[in-house]
């Protein structure tokens, strides 16, 4: 069966970094375009960032633009998300999520993480 | 502020229906297709409808959806105590290229 397992949520003070990762699994993990999306503690679903199933394409939110960078690794079935420059703001439970369908990359995701949380406090 | 709008919450009795609404624009909504996601408490979301209109084969037939224009509908049928959660839509947004959420809606079975 799919699975999405995320790691390397924590605590970290403002204006330093986190490098999340989502192992997948149960599925053919270089045909699928992958998405990171977080939930502030009691708030709704932001999008953060998409990449491709070639890992060309990458796609970011304007409110992590230029701060966190997408990137996959398909030879170990790796989705990871690097934040830098974090703010309180951007404390939350990041999801990884995968496409629906299979080729360059979608917009709605039929497999979630049970996701990792992080909280930016000093 | 969300690019999407969804009521923040609706209710109704067991049995009876609920409908919750998204409204975009032309950049999103009038423009792609539409998926909802349903997320119960202290649970990762899970989605049951996308393409504007198709279930997923696991969900049951009580939930249904719509898209006319820049605005999409969720129907809930037969109510069920189960049913309680809140409830996403999303889609592309080819102007912001980024997918965009509804800000939620919280089911609440009276």
């Known amino acids: 069966q799919v699975q999405l397992v995320e790691s390397g949520g924590g605590v970290v003070q403002p204006g330093g970094s986190l490098r999340l990762s989502c192992v997948g699994s149960?599925?053919?993990?270089?045909?699928?375009?992958m998405h990171w999306v977080r939930q502030a503690p009691g708030k709704g679903l932001e999008w953060v960032a998409l990449?491709?199933?070639?890992?060309?394409?990458?796609y970011y939110a304007d409110s992590v633009k230029g701060r966190f960078t997408i990137s996959r690794d398909n030879s170990r079935k790796t989705l990871d998300l690097q934040l830098n420059s974090l703010r309180p703001e951007d404390t939350a439970v990041y999801f990884c999520?995968?496409?629906?369908?299979?080729?360059?990359?979608?917009?709605?995701?039929?497999?979630w993480g049970q996701g990792t949380l992080v909280t930016v406090s000093s | 502020q969300s690019v999407l709008t969804q009521p923040p919450s609706v209710s109704a009795a067991p049995g009876q229906r609920v409908t919750i609404s998204c409204s975009g624009n032309?950049?999103?909504?009038?423009?792609?297709?539409v998926a909802w996601y349903q997320q119960l408490a202290g649970t990762a979301p899970k989605l049951l409808i996308y393409?504007?209109?198709k279930r997923l084969s696991r969900i049951p037939d009580r939930f249904s959806a719509s898209k006319s224009g820049a605005s999409a509908t969720l129907g809930i049928t037969g109510l069920q105590t189960g049913d309680e959660a809140d409830y996403y839509c999303?889609?592309?947004?080819?102007?912001?290229?980024?997918?965009?959420f509804g800000g939620g809606t919280k089911v609440t079975v009276l």
């Open positions: 999520a995968k496409d629906i369908y299979p080729g360059d990359y979608d917009y709605y995701f039929d497999y």
């Open positions: 149960g599925f053919t993990f270089n045909n699928f375009g």
């Open positions: 990449v491709s199933s070639d890992g060309r394409t990458k």
């Open positions: 032309s950049s999103n909504i009038g423009k792609n297709y």
């Open positions: 393409d504007n209109d």
């Open positions: 999303g889609t592309w947004d080819s102007s912001l290229n980024a997918v965009v």
